[in-house]
């Protein structure tokens, strides 16, 4: 089935390390991507997006990859912060869905002093 | 500018009864989505209202409503209550079409009992 998923679930680094989260998608028709930060207690943040034809996008200290070709997604935060703790999601809308987003099931980040 | 803003924080119901959340949308967004967030889960799209009519609907049964309002304000409304209803309701609002950026707010934390 159309699914938009993520390869772990938790990921431990060290603070001023950088982080990766990888998140895999199966419907080639999605061609717009979004990363979601949530921190307890509240709603999704968003983080940074991509579309389709684009490869990569910077951000302030972070990076969203997209590799079309094997359906695969990143997010890379450079020099992580205690501050960066959360579940990160990614998330996907395609053209003709409106503005429903389909969202896997997020990465727990942990960020070590 | 105001975020987005939904009441009540937290509720407790009994199975079988019905619900209402209440969703008030950032300043100059007019389109309102529903999301549902199960525990250690990505949110799941419920609908969308657009001008005051749904806009698009997730995979939920007739028993999930919802209205907009002239001031773009939104309710969920949610009949017959399951135990599996537990979760957490999101209201994000937007301009129309996702590409524009999505607003989340905080959420209802709902548990049936």
């Known amino acids: 089935g159309e699914s938009v998923g993520l390869h772990l679930p938790t990921l431990s680094v060290q603070e001023g390390d950088n982080s990766i989260i990888n998140c895999a998608y199966s419907?080639?028709?999605?061609?717009?991507f979004i990363w979601y930060k949530q921190e307890s207690g509240k709603g999704p943040q968003f983080i940074i997006d991509?579309?389709?034809?684009?490869d990569k996008r910077q951000g302030q200290r972070v990076t969203v990859l997209l590799n079309k070709t094997v359906k695969h997604l990143s997010l890379q935060i450079a020099a992580t912060q205690p501050g960066d703790s959360a579940v990160y999601f990614c998330?996907?809308?395609?053209?003709?869905?409106?503005?429903?987003?389909?969202f896997g099931g997020g990465t727990r980040l942990m960020v070590k002093p | 500018e105001t975020g987005v803003t939904q009441s009540p924080t937290h509720l407790i119901k009994t199975r079988g009864q019905q619900v209402t959340l209440r969703c008030s949308s950032q300043?100059?967004?007019?389109?309102v989505s529903w999301y549902q967030q199960a525990l250690g889960q990505g949110p799941q799209f419920i609908f969308q209202?657009?001008?005051?009519?749904?806009?698009g609907r997730g995979n939920f049964p007739p028993r999930f409503s919802g209205l907009q309002f002239p001031n773009y304000s939104s309710e969920l409304n949610v009949n017959a209550l399951e135990l599996d209803d537990s979760a957490l309701y999101l209201c994000?609002?937007?301009?129309?079409?996702?590409?524009?950026?999505?607003?989340f707010g905080s959420g209802t934390r709902l548990t049936v009992v």
């Open positions: 998330a996907e809308n395609r053209q003709n869905a409106g503005n429903m987003l389909t």
């Open positions: 209202y657009y001008r005051e009519e749904e806009n």
């Open positions: 419907n080639s028709a999605s061609d717009y």
């Open positions: 300043s100059g967004h007019n389109t």
């Open positions: 994000a609002s937007s301009l129309p079409g996702a590409r524009y950026g999505y607003t």
């Open positions: 991509i579309r389709s034809n684009m």
